[in-house]
């Protein structure tokens, strides 16, 4: 038996349905209004003993359990069975992820809590933090917020974190594999994060994956990250996401800014729905992640050299098509959450951090005002042309070309 067929097996299905669906049994069926279509008689049944369901009213089509939660929670089919299987309790093996794995997961978000808690009482209390803390004073935060985002503290010190982390009973091993610690050549071990302010970095669900920090003097990097663990992708992390999920899923809209300053100043001032991606690319990972909670993005990003800033958003509006389309087709086309990408056009010169503190009305009268992407390249693209001018119009047609061809190739493709 498949491992597919073995998860089927083990599921209920009028279980997992009745999550969203409220179901009242008629003989050996189970009724209830669609989640996919809006009703007010019921049209929609469940078959146990088939294991599957079906709408007779305006969505006229049905499936499996795997296909419903794809439909239900924008996933695809590997995330569907994932979910399910965790559920059921069934090892998926082509996924190799065995119960030795997880618990090697496990013990690495324990040892990056115990490190986060660790930074974060040195914040609070340590005379040899009071640069940092003032440095949080004068990004204007307060306690509260340092303790929600739970910001800590690095001493300038070789070892301080790693005894610290073996005296409470970690071993080195899982230092190493946490990324808290690097090893020189001559096999010696050392704190990788000295002197800085730490940002611990969560998933979804709040487990501590990894660490952003930042210098307090001069030195470079100005930002230093844990490398990637078996835990810590930067790809698919979003600062933030864990405490922002909640006023995503509510307001259907996020908010990406760049910096970390920016999200947590952003929550200080009510605004939670906003996040920042780990650099000025937004990934594929980032926004299948997203996009299962938001219908509309706002890109609140720096500004740059024009073309630059064209082809970044460019590409991010690509990925974010991509994935609508892969949607569509997992659920015959039932999903039509297509996606709203807007661009929120900061002043020069200024990042959200900056604007946020200046005027809260003026922070939401922009993401208010924010303009749909394609708009907003179509005027990048364009800035400094005279288009009643033969040669600038046929520069415009050059530069916007790909652009449209990409978009077009791609909804024609969603319209089959
Ligand atoms: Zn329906």
Redesign the pocket.
């Given at each position: 038996m498949s491992a597919i067929d073995e998860v089927k097996q083990r599921t209920d299905i009028v279980e997992v349905i009745g999550q969203y669906v409220s179901l009242s049994k008629s003989g050996r069926t189970f009724r209830g209004l669609?989640?996919?279509?809006s009703?007010k008689h019921p049209?929609?049944f469940v078959y146990p003993e088939q294991g599957s369901w079906h709408?007779?009213?305006?969505?006229?089509?049905g499936g499996d359990v795997f296909s419903f939660i794809m439909r239900k929670e924008g996933i695809d089919f590997g995330e569907a069975l994932r979910q399910l299987a965790e559920r059921a309790g069934v090892n998926l093996p082509s996924r190799a992820e065995t119960g030795v794995r997880r618990d090697e997961k496990e013990r690495l978000y324990q040892v990056n809590e115990a490190a986060a808690q660790y930074f974060h009482d040195l914040l609070l209390n340590s005379p040899a933090a009071e640069k940092a803390r003032n440095y949080v004073a004068s990004r204007g935060l307060s306690l509260e917020t340092v303790t929600k985002f739970k910001l800590g503290y690095s001493l300038n010190s070789w070892e301080s974190l790693k005894k610290h982390l073996e005296d409470i009973g970690y071993a080195k091993d899982e230092l190493m594999a946490a990324g808290l610690i690097t090893e020189a050549d001559s096999g010696e071990t050392h704190d990788r994060f000295r002197n800085r302010l730490m940002f611990p970095l969560c998933d979804l669900k709040g487990n501590v994956t990894g660490f952003g920090a930042r210098v307090l003097d001069d030195s470079l990097p100005k930002y230093l990250n844990s490398p990637q663990t078996i835990v810590f992708d930067k790809s698919s992390t979003l600062y933030g996401i864990n405490l922002a999920a909640p006023a995503i899923r509510t307001q259907e809209t996020v908010v990406i800014v760049e910096g970390y300053l920016d999200v947590i100043t952003a929550h200080q001032h009510g605004f939670d729905n906003v996040i920042a991606s780990m650099g000025t690319a937004v990934t594929e990972k980032q926004i299948n992640i997203l996009k299962k909670m938001a219908k509309s993005i706002v890109l609140a990003m720096d500004r740059d050299e024009a073309g630059e800033e064209a082809m970044r958003i460019g590409l991010v509006y690509q990925k974010i098509l991509e994935y609508d389309d892969r949607m569509k087709k997992a659920s015959g086309n039932?999903i039509t959450r297509e996606s709203e990408v807007r661009i929120c056009v900061l002043p020069p010169n200024k990042d959200p951090d900056e604007v946020i503190k200046e005027s809260e009305e003026l922070w939401q009268k922009l993401i208010s005002k924010s303009i749909p992407i394609f708009d907003y390249i179509f005027d990048l693209e364009i800035k400094g042309l005279d288009l009643t001018n033969v040669r600038d119009k046929s520069l415009a047609v050059e530069r916007l070309g790909p652009f449209i061809k990409n978009i077009y190739k791609t909804r024609r493709v969603s319209n089959i």
């Amino acid at each position: 038996m498949s491992a597919i067929d073995e998860v089927k097996q083990r599921t209920d299905i009028v279980e997992v349905i009745g999550q969203y669906v409220s179901l009242s049994k008629s003989g050996r069926t189970f009724r209830g209004l669609c989640p996919f279509h809006s009703e007010k008689h019921p049209s929609f049944f469940v078959y146990p003993e088939q294991g599957s369901w079906h709408c007779f009213g305006a969505c006229n089509t049905g499936g499996d359990v795997f296909s419903f939660i794809m439909r239900k929670e924008g996933i695809d089919f590997g995330e569907a069975l994932r979910q399910l299987a965790e559920r059921a309790g069934v090892n998926l093996p082509s996924r190799a992820e065995t119960g030795v794995r997880r618990d090697e997961k496990e013990r690495l978000y324990q040892v990056n809590e115990a490190a986060a808690q660790y930074f974060h009482d040195l914040l609070l209390n340590s005379p040899a933090a009071e640069k940092a803390r003032n440095y949080v004073a004068s990004r204007g935060l307060s306690l509260e917020t340092v303790t929600k985002f739970k910001l800590g503290y690095s001493l300038n010190s070789w070892e301080s974190l790693k005894k610290h982390l073996e005296d409470i009973g970690y071993a080195k091993d899982e230092l190493m594999a946490a990324g808290l610690i690097t090893e020189a050549d001559s096999g010696e071990t050392h704190d990788r994060f000295r002197n800085r302010l730490m940002f611990p970095l969560c998933d979804l669900k709040g487990n501590v994956t990894g660490f952003g920090a930042r210098v307090l003097d001069d030195s470079l990097p100005k930002y230093l990250n844990s490398p990637q663990t078996i835990v810590f992708d930067k790809s698919s992390t979003l600062y933030g996401i864990n405490l922002a999920a909640p006023a995503i899923r509510t307001q259907e809209t996020v908010v990406i800014v760049e910096g970390y300053l920016d999200v947590i100043t952003a929550h200080q001032h009510g605004f939670d729905n906003v996040i920042a991606s780990m650099g000025t690319a937004v990934t594929e990972k980032q926004i299948n992640i997203l996009k299962k909670m938001a219908k509309s993005i706002v890109l609140a990003m720096d500004r740059d050299e024009a073309g630059e800033e064209a082809m970044r958003i460019g590409l991010v509006y690509q990925k974010i098509l991509e994935y609508d389309d892969r949607m569509k087709k997992a659920s015959g086309n039932i999903i039509t959450r297509e996606s709203e990408v807007r661009i929120c056009v900061l002043p020069p010169n200024k990042d959200p951090d900056e604007v946020i503190k200046e005027s809260e009305e003026l922070w939401q009268k922009l993401i208010s005002k924010s303009i749909p992407i394609f708009d907003y390249i179509f005027d990048l693209e364009i800035k400094g042309l005279d288009l009643t001018n033969v040669r600038d119009k046929s520069l415009a047609v050059e530069r916007l070309g790909p652009f449209i061809k990409n978009i077009y190739k791609t909804r024609r493709v969603s319209n089959i």
